[in-house]
């Protein structure tokens, strides 16, 4: 043991304590209570003025072909209608989505910057014109697209011009890009392939440049304009004066348009930066890209079949390769590290020595060395003694400061790392897919829901597990890192017939992909996604710092964000959050009507109980009258007697004591019957009175008795758990310093870590001629 581990000292833990329930007591709070994803930055009621078709539709089967058509079909419109409002307004079209004019004047730089900014993206062009005042004869494409026409500029997007690269010699391809324009309005019309679906953009013909106008960063005096059409001519003229990708002659624009196309549909121009090829094609093309490290290759012979269709106009791969990054060295053999490359050709040759040469021909976006940089080396370079006139007509190669070299698969192999191989898909193919959210767990294993295959025809399938694109809102992509991988297995087999696995040496690879011979019948694709933490911020932390900081961007990054969840299978946060909300309402509305009703019923009772009560004193009362009445007859009885009995004079002096004695023992007798029947009445309500009266103070003292020892319940466990706290930590340690607070708390604390609440949201293609095809997604019971 170290010297400084020994000197660390344990943290004290109670003795009353069982080791496994600290750690369980830590697992508690390392996870989320309430575990979930934001799928929705804005809440749908700040959606009711928005059109209603902002979120595209995830399918789930149709041609392969069928989206792109949607999408050709809706771009084609959306020109259409813009030169439309041209015609009618007689000025050229202003994409009001992204104005890079007014973004740059104003400095709010919305279309070049992204929400969360960081310090090594900091470049700022100088002004910003139209296509029309950049060229002095500008044409979209000058003798067609080539891979010899890309340069890369100041943004670092090598990756993405590396796939443009690996395409830009299929006219069909990049026809199928670039839909529809109108130069002389300055409109034009692109698709993209976007986590599974083809999406139409336009824009307008605005491009940034190097170089700020004449005279707008000093005071000049030209009242001729002399100068300022001098420094037009030699800063702000042709390609040379644009700061990003650009093309090698001076007046062809498809481009830098195209490159602007992209960076809008993702926001802006900085989320361009950093990349895979292999992601770059599949945007381009619709198709699925794999990537394989080159030491991994089983069967070069296989791979070498392959590269032979990189160039053939009807191939079904394209190719693009990728070395090793190191942080203390630029170059290996003249080759850039950590650069994209784009494979443009592969041709094996006979040598004078009848020796066969399997070749390949690359090219390096930058389209030229920097500082003897960006060009291969070794044997077959440009110059190298392996060139003959013979090998130079062969392969129609020319030497030149262009970034393009040839050099041997074996030399390929042993200088780049990474090979992306990406297949595309014509009418013949069928695509099925479906989207869900996945919870994922800290300890990493294959999870429960599974995507289920149903095959109805054999053939060959290209399954594709892959997260959403969050190139399309980086900064809220949240903070975790997932990386892709599943099995496939025939359904009730445990068996599995293949694997795929992304790299995590690729930190851009958003899927994992396989291909597989398949027979009819149901498949099941169990997804293992495995999630780490990132350095990025929890989402609701940037909308709460974004809403007021920069709230345009926000909504622009959110709008994005909101629709690349909004996809069928994938469960609407926002929308069940809104229903848990209103039934809790209905349940406490339930609740309050229910009380309201007994509190009637109580009323009611109340009111019929009042009602007995007066009716039987009513009755006490004429049954007092009753009584009244008769001791007054029964007194006027005796009366009369009594009369009748002095008048006669027979009574005798016995009968007249005994008539005494009874006339003084009968209270009802005489003047002392009414009073006494008053007395009764009236000391009857007064007793009634009272006992109501007493029943209202004995319940008072009842209520105010059980408050009290409700009080004093709560105030006696409050004292316990006091008491019980105090004894732990004078148990556990007499310092408070050294152990005053929960260890699990400590460690969320000095980690800066929150709950584990990793959530992913999945979605699976499956591409096969099977036309009858289908997916489903099939969730764990728990």
């Not at 600290?22 to 390392?30: D, E, G, T, V």
């Not at 002095?136 to 067609?144: A, I, S, Y």
């Not at 087999?493 to 694997?499: T, Y």
């Not at 339930?590 to 509190?599: C, H, M, Q, S, W």
């Amino acid at each position: 043991m170290s010297e400084d581990a020994a000197s660390v000292k344990p943290p004290k833990r109670s003795a009353k304590e069982h080791p496994q329930a600290l750690i369980s007591k830590f697992w508690q709070k390392f996870h989320h209570k309430n575990p979930g994803k934001i799928t929705s930055i804005f809440p749908r009621d700040l959606y009711k003025t928005v059109a209603a078709n902002l979120a595209p539709s995830s399918i789930g089967v149709r041609n392969a072909a069928q989206s792109y058509e949607i999408a050709r079909s809706k771009c084609l419109e959306m020109v259409r209608k813009a030169v439309a409002r041209c015609e009618s307004t007689n000025s050229k079209f202003i994409d009001q989505d992204f104005e890079i004019e007014s973004d740059h004047y104003l400095q709010t730089h919305h279309c070049l910057r992204g929400l969360v900014r960081s310090c090594e993206y900091s470049y700022e062009p100088g002004s910003v014109h139209r296509v029309s005042w950049i060229f002095d004869n500008p044409q979209f494409t000058v003798d067609g697209f080539s891979g010899s026409d890309i340069k890369q500029g100041y943004l670092g997007n090598c990756w993405w011009l590396a796939a443009i690269g690996n395409i830009a010699h299929r006219k069909d391809l990049m026809n199928k890009i670039c839909v529809a324009r109108d130069e002389e309005c300055g409109v034009y019309g692109f698709v993209f392939f976007k986590d599974g679906e083809w999406i139409p953009t336009i824009i307008d013909d605005n491009l940034y440049l190097k170089e700020v106008d004449y005279g707008k960063d000093e005071e000049v005096y030209d009242v001729t304009g002399k100068k300022a059409k001098q420094w037009k001519k030699n800063k702000q003229t042709g390609s040379e004066a644009l700061p990003f990708a650009s093309c090698a002659d001076e007046n062809e624009t498809w481009l830098p348009l195209l490159e602007k196309a992209y960076a809008k549909v993702h926001g802006d121009y900085e989320a361009l930066v950093a990349g895979c090829v292999g992601g770059g094609v599949e945007d381009m093309t619709g198709g699925v890209s794999s990537m394989v490290l080159t030491t991994s290759i089983l069967r070069k012979e296989k791979l070498w079949r392959e590269l032979l269709q990189a160039d053939q106009d009807d191939g079904e791969f394209v190719f693009g390769l990728s070395p090793s990054y190191s942080p203390w060295v630029g170059d290996q053999n003249g080759i850039v590290l950590g650069h994209a490359y784009s494979i443009i050709r592969a041709l094996e040759v006979t040598d004078e020595n009848e020796n066969k040469i399997k070749l390949v021909k690359i090219r390096n976006p930058w389209g030229e060395t920097m500082r003897g940089e960006g060009e291969w080396h070794g044997p077959w370079s440009d110059g190298s003694k392996e060139w003959t006139g013979d090998m130079l007509r062969k392969l129609r190669h020319e030497f030149g400061d262009d970034g393009v070299w040839w050099m041997t698969l074996d030399d390929m192999l042993q200088n780049f790392q990474r090979v992306y191989r990406t297949r595309l898909f014509d009418a013949r193919w069928t695509v099925a897919q479906q989207w869900t959210s996945l919870p994922i767990a800290w300890v990493a294993g294959y999870h429960k829901t599974k995507f289920v295959i149903n095959v109805q025809e054999e053939g060959l399938a290209v399954i594709v597990l892959s997260k959403l694109d969050e190139r399309y809102f980086q900064a809220l992509a949240g903070p975790y890192d997932f990386t892709m991988n599943f099995i496939v297995l025939p359904s009730g087999s445990d068996e599995a017939i293949a694997e795929a696995r992304s790299s995590k040496l690729d930190s851009n690879d958003r899927s994992a992909s396989c291909e597989i011979f398949l027979q009819p019948g149901k498949y099941d694709v169990i997804p293992r996604v495995l999630a780490e933490r990132s350095n990025l911020p929890p989402v609701e932390d940037i909308v709460k710092e974004y809403s007021t900081a920069d709230p345009l961007k926000l909504q622009q990054k959110g709008l994005l964000y909101d629709i690349a969840h909004a996809k069928v299978g994938v469960l609407d946060e926002d929308e069940a959050y809104v229903k848990k909300r209103q039934e809790e309402k209905e349940k406490e509305k339930a609740k309050k009507k229910k009380e309201k009703a007994e509190e009637a019923e109580k009323d009611q009772m109340k009111q019929a109980m009042d009602q007995m009560t007066s009716a039987m004193a009513a009755m006490q009362v004429e049954l007092d009258k009753k009584e009244k009445s008769k001791d007054e007859e029964e007194k006027k009885d005796k009366e009369k007697s009594k009369e009748g009995e002095k008048k006669s004079g027979t009574t005798s002096k016995d009968e007249k004591k005994e008539g005494d004695s009874d006339s003084k023992a009968t209270p009802f007798s005489g003047e002392s019957a009414a009073p006494s029947a008053a007395n009764n009445e009236g000391g009857k309500k007064e007793e009634k009175s009272e006992e109501k009266k007493e029943e209202k103070e004995e319940k008072k003292e009842e209520e105010d008795k059980e408050e009290d020892e409700s009080f004093d319940e709560e105030e006696d466990k409050a004292k316990e758990k006091a008491g019980e706290d105090k004894d732990e930590d004078d148990d556990e340690n007499e310092d408070e310093e050294e152990d005053d607070s929960d260890d699990s708390d400590d460690d969320d604390e000095e980690e800066g870590k929150l709950p584990w609440n990793a959530v992913c949201v999945a979605g699976l293609r499956v591409y096969s001629e099977d036309k009858n095809i289908s997916v489903e997604v099939v969730q764990s019971e728990e």
